[in-house]
């Protein structure tokens, strides 16, 4: 007995290095946009999972605006959270939308008693099986161009640890979207988050066509076999989804490469 407590120790010891040695990694992948492939909508969907797998959330979401201001959903770590992020840019209400009007971010720890703050968003939350978000504003300096979110399926305490953390790599992938492209393409940042958000309907519309052929209404499996191929064949992934939209791709093959990747 005399030696549990410098086990516990030890092993809190080493879960706290192998925790750092992730998020060193994490911020390294999100600066490291200075490919010549990069791809946006890969690169936001890397933040919003590893938001999920460093926060120990239940799904977080991307909201930009695109050329005009307008805001829309740009990425989302599951189905539910796509279409709750895109209920709020549609209603103007939740805590994405506010954050990025107010340039701070916004939380509500138990949606439940924040009913009449953000009605319509508070709502589809709970049908979606959420209640509590918090949304921080993804800005460099006074420029906000979105908002990162992150959704809890049970109502949580304030942690200041996890709104540092999440403002940070919102942050750093921000200072990423600018660097690409300042540097490989020289366009203004509006250019590319609309590029982002183009590839998004695209993914989606490929998503279908996938879930469509395999007769899996599980639209993250649809996602994971096209990302998966994409990954596996060195393609963009908007490139492969419009492909995939337009016909021309082998969606057998995509299908066979997935089940290959789960077996």
């Known amino acids: 007995m005399t030696g549990e407590p410098q ?24 600066a490291d946009t200075l490919v010549d492939d990069f791809d946006v909508a890969d690169f936001l969907r890397t933040l919003v999972e590893q938001c999920v797998r460093l926060m120990e959330v239940s799904a977080a979401g991307v909201v930009l605006a695109d050329v005009q201001g307008r805001l829309r959903m740009a990425a989302a770590s599951s189905e539910r959270a796509g279409l709750l992020e895109t209920l709020a840019v549609q209603t103007g209400d939740g805590p994405c939308i506010d954050c990025v009007r107010d340039g701070h971010p916004m939380r509500s720890t138990d949606l439940r008693e924040d009913a009449a ?24 300096r006074g420029m906000v161009v979105g908002s990162l979110t992150l959704l809890h399926t049970e109502p949580v305490r304030e942690d200041a640890d996890r709104t540092a953390l999440s403002q940070a790599l919102a942050d750093v992938a921000t200072i990423g979207l600018l660097q690409q492209r300042a540097i490989v393409r020289g366009e203004v940042l509006t250019e ?24 899996d209404p599980d639209m993250e499996h649809a ?8 990954r596996g064949h060195n393609l963009r ?18 299908l066979a490469h997935a089940s290959r990747s789960r077996s």
Request: aromatic residues 6%.
């Open 7 to 30: 086990e516990l120790a030890s092993g809190e010891t080493s879960a706290a290095m192998r925790r750092e040695r992730l998020l060193a990694r994490v911020f390294v992948e999100l």
């Open 117 to 140: 703050r953000w009605p319509e968003f508070a709502t589809a939350a709970a049908a979606a099986g959420f209640r509590a978000a918090e949304a921080v504003p993804m800005r460099l």
């Open 192 to 215: 590319q988050l609309q590029s982002a958000l183009n590839s998004r309907v695209i993914i989606e519309q490929a998503k279908g066509v996938l879930s469509a052929r395999s007769h």
């Open 223 to 230: 996602f994971t076999a096209l990302r998966g191929y994409a």
């Open 237 to 254: 992934l908007a490139d492969l989804s419009r492909e995939v939209a337009d016909g021309a791709a082998d969606i057998d093959a995509i």
